[in-house]
């Protein structure tokens, strides 16, 4: 038991969210080398240009040029034990981002200081806050000329609703940049740039030292003095309840390329936030420390392999211990089962693991049976953790068969697809299956839904870009959705479980429905029960 507990005890498993070119893969990078899972900075991120991290580990993904995956990586720090979800960016953006935040049980969240809270930043939070994890910010590029730190904390905390703590505070920025006052510590660290392929070594003075007029000038030494005075008057107090439930964040400053404000970051970031933490299920509260194994399925990654059409199915453990050979019931399927090939992603390579413990990712072989969501468990237990939400698709394109032989292919392929939780489909409410409206949270779903019906069902489509952008689950179960008043740019439409959800072109169009139909509630996830 000890063992067991002392395991889980020191995991920590959490997402890094930002919008592209914030610093997520340079800060994820020093993390890394920190803690000796690669050598030198660089290794994570290649030259110039090249945009392949380490979690764009998928060989296929990378002959495609895309990566349609969020992924894991697993190192040690210290007597900690890290799990970090990776939540692509860009053009990669897909609902399998906001799927992974529902593995992890904490966030960190990097701001650029010269752009403050941005839009896909803002996207990912709203899940976090739903889930009501700590949340923490990392304000990077410290060393290029940033907004007033104050204007950059206000805006986190308009925009996000989330109150703020700056655990430290920049002293100037860009060419003036001369590092951060720690609040708590009451001492200054000092910046040095370094080519980034070191740790920093931190020089430490105290806020009164006379000696600091020569070491940050006259007029940053009486801002900053000006600053925190501001600042341990006006700002929240620190309170660590709030922040494990991701009402305060707390904020730290520095410059991931060079290294600077990286590691005392990551010091206090696995100090305060949590180990693994219980889980809702049908069951009632899951203890990750109750030694009987339990996962959920959050992630499949399908057809790795053309020739074998395998999948891998990516579990977070919530409780107990996996160990290789064990037995587990699948839930969903009532089969019991052993999990073929566990493995797990050691900074740059995928290993086959023996045991993992809560907290963990693992990855395992999917013979086509396991969906987003499902419970797997010791066949000691029987329970379903809580589902997993469905989230709203931005882009929607309306499908059906060139060929219309290949019916039976193009249904399969559209309902396989959309199991493993790649597309979301849905109908209009008197139309047959031959067409599909097809909604999707980053556009290159759609490219890969298309690659993958011609490629590995043989369908060719015909494609009809909508405009919708907005799509609402509508909550009322006692009203009669066909008789609603609706503007004429707004479509009626079934999702597989014939919920009834509304077709937006814009905010204005909800807020008219809204306005014109008393009563009506919408929702902007679907939670799946
Ligand atoms: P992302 O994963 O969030 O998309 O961001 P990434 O780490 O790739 O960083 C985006 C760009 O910002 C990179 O420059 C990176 O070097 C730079 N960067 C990251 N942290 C800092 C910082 O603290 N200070 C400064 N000045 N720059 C930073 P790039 O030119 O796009 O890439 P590269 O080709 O130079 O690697």
């Not at 020093?30 to 764009?56: C, E, M, P, T």
């Not at 896909?120 to 923490?136: A, G, N, S, Y």
């Not at 999990?339 to 963990?360: F, K, N, T, V, W």
């Not at 396989?416 to 097809?438: C, K, L, R, T, Y």
Request: net charge negative; charged share 30%.
């Amino acid at each position: 038991m000890g063992k067991l507990e002392d395991e889980i005890k020191r995991r920590r498993t959490f997402a890094i969210i930002s919008h592209p070119d914030a610093g997520k893969t340079t800060l994820t990078e020093k993390f890394l080398l920190y803690g000796g899972a690669i050598a030198q900075a660089g290794a994570v991120k290649g030259k110039k240009n090249s945009r392949h991290a380490v979690s764009d580990w998928m060989e296929i993904e990378k002959q495609r040029g895309i990566s349609v995956t969020s992924s894991v990586m697993q190192f040690q720090y210290k007597n900690y034990c890290i799990n970090i979800l990776d939540t692509p960016g860009h053009q990669d953006f897909s609902e399998d981002t906001y799927r992974t935040l529902m593995a992890a049980d904490s966030a960190v969240m990097v701001i650029d200081a010269s752009k403050g809270v941005e839009n896909q930043t803002r996207k990912l939070f709203k899940v976090c806050v739903m889930r009501h994890i700590p949340i923490f910010t990392f304000v990077n590029k410290m060393d290029r000329e940033s907004r007033n730190p104050f204007d950059l904390m206000e805006q986190i905390e308009s925009e996000l609703g989330i109150q703020t703590y700056p655990v430290n505070w920049p002293i100037g920025s860009g060419k003036e940049f001369k590092g951060v006052y720690d609040r708590d510590k009451k001492h200054i660290i000092s910046f040095e740039a370094s080519g980034g392929q070191h740790q920093v070594a931190a020089t430490e003075v105290d806020l009164s030292d006379p000696s600091l007029d020569s070491l940050i000038g006259e007029d940053l030494h009486s801002t900053l003095c000006d600053d925190i005075e501001l600042l341990d008057g006006a700002s929240y107090e620190f309170d660590i309840e709030k922040v494990r439930k991701g009402e305060l964040s707390p904020v730290f400053f520095g410059s991931a390329l060079t290294n600077f404000g990286v590691e005392p970051f990551l010091e206090n970031f696995l100090e305060m936030t949590t180990s693994p933490t219980p889980r809702n299920s049908s069951a009632g509260i899951i203890d990750p420390f109750d030694p009987e194994f339990s996962a959920f399925v959050f992630k499949i990654q399908a057809n790795m392999n053309k020739a074998h059409r395998d999948r891998i199915t990516f579990l977070r453990i919530c409780s107990g211990k996996f160990d290789k050979d064990m037995e587990v019931l699948h839930v969903q399927g009532n089969k019991k089962l052993r999990l073929s090939q566990p493995q797990q992603i050691m900074a740059q390579e995928r290993e086959i693991i023996d045991e993992a413990y809560a907290g963990d990712i693992i990855g395992v072989f999917d013979p086509g049976i396991f969906a987003i969501g499902d419970t797997i468990c010791s066949p000691k237990k029987k329970f379903e953790f809580e589902s997993i939400p469905t989230f709203a698709p931005e882009h929607f394109m309306r499908v059906r068969q060139k060929d219309t032989l290949k019916r039976k292919q193009f249904v399969k392929g559209t309902t396989q697809i959309a199991q493993e939780g790649a597309i979301q489909i849905f109908h209009e409410p008197d139309s047959g299956m031959e067409e599909v409206i097809v909604g999707v949270v980053g556009v290159l779903q759609l490219e890969v839904f298309e690659y993958r019906m011609k490629n590995e069902y043989n369908v060719d489509l015909f494609k009809e870009g909508l405009p919708y952008s907005y799509i609402r689950w509508i909550d009322n179960k006692d009203i009669d959705p066909k008789t609603l008043k609706l503007s004429s740019d707004t479509k009626l439409v079934k999702d597989f479980r014939d919920n009834y959800l509304l077709l937006f072109t814009s905010e204005w169009n909800i807020r008219w429905a809204l306005e014109r139909n008393e009563g009506l509630e919408l929702s902007e996830f679907n939670r799946g029960d």
